[in-house]
C-alpha cells in the first residue's frame, strides 16, 4: 500500500516557468489537500478537494491552481513561479472531510524558485 | 474563528526526563484535535487525536495529551524523552462545520532537541 506518492522530491524552477507537483493517494480517500510549509509557519493550506470535480481555496491560493478529475489524483499547478513560492509543499488525504479524520501525508517536494 | 497557538518554538529536553510541549487552541464549535511529528525531511505522522471522547488521549510512542476545556489546551506529554524523540511537532485544530467544513489549521510548530 503506497498511500500518498508525491512527484518530485526536489525542483528547481526560474522566475516566471511554470510546473505541475503530482499527487497521488490509493486509499480511495474523498478528501485532499495541497499545503506549504515555510519555517516559522506551520503548514498553511493552498487548496482542498472534497470529491471528484470538487475543489475550493484554502488559506493561501494565489498562484496556484488545482483540479480532481479522478478521485486517486489532485495535481497543484504553478502557472508562473515565483521565488515567494518557494517552499516545502505537502500532500495529504484523509477518509472523510469532517475534519476529525487522520490526514495522510506525502514526503513533500522542496521547490525553490530563483 | 479557529487558531492554534504553540506557546514554545524550542524545547530541549535530556534524554530520560519527561517531555511538555504546549498547544492552547480557539474554536467557535467543539473541535478535533491533534498532533503531528515531522521527523527531517519527512512528511508529517498523526500522534495522537481528541475527538470528545476521553479527555486524556494516549498516541503513539509513548506520548499523550489532556484535552481542557476551561483552559482551551492541549498540551503533549511525555514521561521519558528518547533521543529518537526529536523532531518537530504541530498542533492541530479542525473546523468541524461552517464554511470551511473539515478545515485543519496548523500551529508554527515546536522544535524538541532531546540531549544525550
Known amino acids: 500500500n503506497a498511500g500518498v506518492t508525491q512527484t518530485p522530491k526536489f525542483q528547481v524552477l526560474k522566475t516566471g516557468q511554470s510546473m505541475t507537483l503530482q499527487c497521488a493517494q490509493d486509499m480511495n480517500h474523498e478528501y485532499m489537500s495541497w499545503y506549504r510549509q515555510d519555517p516559522g509557519m506551520g503548514l498553511r493550506l493552498i487548496h482542498y478537494?472534497?470529491?471528484?470535480?470538487?475543489?475550493d481555496q484554502g488559506e493561501v491560493p494565489n498562484g496556484y491552481n488545482v483540479s480532481r478529475s479522478t478521485t486517486e489524483d489532485f495535481p497543484l499547478r504553478l502557472l508562473s513561479a515565483a521565488p515567494s513560492q518557494t517552499s516545502v509543499y505537502f500532500c495529504?488525504?484523509?477518509?472523510?472531510?469532517?475534519?476529525?479524520?487522520?490526514?495522510?501525508f506525502g514526503s513533500g517536494t522542496q521547490l525553490s524558485v530563483l | 474563528a479557529q487558531s492554534v497557538t504553540q506557546l514554545d518554538s524550542h524545547v530541549s529536553v535530556s534524554e530520560g526526563t519527561p517531555v511538555l510541549l504546549r498547544c492552547n487552541y480557539s474554536s467557535s464549535y467543539s473541535p478535533s484535535l491533534f498532533w503531528y511529528v515531522q521527523h527531517p525531511n519527512k512528511g508529517l505522522q498523526l500522534l495522537l487525536k481528541y475527538t470528545s471522547a476521553a479527555t486524556l488521549v494516549k498516541g503513539i510512542n509513548g506520548f499523550e495529551a489532556e484535552f481542557k476545556k476551561s483552559e482551551t489546551s492541549f498540551h503533549l506529554t511525555k514521561p521519558s524523552a528518547h533521543m529518537s524523540d526529536a523532531a518537530e511537532y504541530f498542533c492541530?485544530?479542525?473546523?468541524?462545520?461552517?464554511?470551511?467544513?473539515?478545515?485543519?489549521?496548523f500551529g508554527r510548530g515546536t522544535q524538541l532537541t532531546v540531549w544525550p
Open positions: 492541530v485544530v479542525s473546523d468541524p462545520g461552517g464554511s470551511t467544513l473539515g478545515r485543519l489549521y
Open positions: 478537494s472534497v470529491g471528484a470535480g470538487i475543489t
Open positions: 495529504a488525504s484523509s477518509r472523510g472531510t469532517g475534519g476529525g479524520e487522520k490526514l495522510f
